[in-house]
């Protein structure tokens, strides 16, 4: 998959692509960064890429030229482009999930008071949210859609089932995680996960899970349980004892 950045900062980029997961996923060529940066576009002196908006108001709006040249230069035109927005659709399993089927796609990150909308409207982008709150800039929101776009693609996760087993794309928080030691300062491992009883532990977790997605998302718990699901006696028992929880 080959996802092209187009920002003002590229620099803040290498310790996210280059490290960790996604570095190991780039140096198996599953996926390609490339950054580009929208100042080797611009036509100033200075690498001007900004400047005040008709109509007046508080701060500078990127220009549209660097933008379009930097979009002619990864080839936009035939590519879905993302602009990292607060204005956006709120980034969700289902977004994350759409663009993890496609080839690539290219990501603008605004700054200042965003970008000049004749970019948006010409490149036909789609305006993505991480949330309700504002940054700085849109490279932030950029790592987060990049990262979790890559671990949806096969090979990048060492278990292939760990990413759609997780939080949200099962339509349930995850259930809580224990490792080595056994006991810490007085803290034990649940019993039932040392055992080695497969079935029960399997239980357990979705017990765990239920319960925490009913009690910290309980919009996500009333779309689980609106759903139809391929559940087990033993699971479906388990969730109607769930639901019969007050709270």
Same mark, same amino acid.
């Given at each position: 998959?080959?996802? #092209? ?17 996604? &570095? ?7 996926? %390609? ?16 890429? %900004? ?5 007046? &108001? ?10 379009? &040249? ?100 099962? &339509? ?61 006696? #033993? ?13």
């Amino acid at each position: 998959m080959r996802i #092209d950045v187009l920002t003002l900062f590229p620099e803040m980029f290498g310790p996210v692509i280059g490290g960790s997961i996604l &570095g190991r996923a780039a140096e198996k060529g599953i996926i %390609d960064v490339r950054l580009t940066d929208i100042r080797d576009f611009s036509n100033d002196k200075h690498n001007k890429a %900004d400047d005040y908006p008709f109509g007046g &108001g508080g701060g500078m709006v990127m220009m549209p030229d660097p933008i379009f &040249g930097a979009m002619e230069s990864v080839g936009a035109a035939d590519r879905k482009v993302i602009y990292m927005s607060p204005r956006g659709k709120i980034l969700d399993a289902e977004k994350i999930r759409e663009l993890s089927e496609m080839d690539g796609f290219v990501i603008l990150c605004g700054h200042y008071e965003g970008v000049d909308q004749r970019v948006l409207d010409y490149w036909d982008a789609e305006e993505v949210s991480i949330g309700d709150y504002v940054l700085t800039g849109g490279e932030l929101p950029a790592m987060v859609l990049i990262d979790s776009v890559a671990r949806l693609l096969p090979d990048v996760l060492g278990n292939e089932n760990s990413a759609l087993e997780e939080s949200v794309y099962s &339509g349930l928080l995850e259930h809580p995680q224990y490792t080595k030691p056994r006991e810490y300062r007085g803290l034990r491992v649940p019993e039932v996960l040392l055992n080695g009883n497969h079935k029960l532990i399997d239980l357990w977790k979705f017990r765990q899970a239920l319960l925490l997605t009913k009690e910290r998302r309980p919009d996500m718990f009333r779309d689980f349980i609106g759903q139809e699901h391929e559940l087990s006696k #033993d699971e479906r028992k388990v969730l109607e004892e769930i639901m019969k929880i007050e709270g």
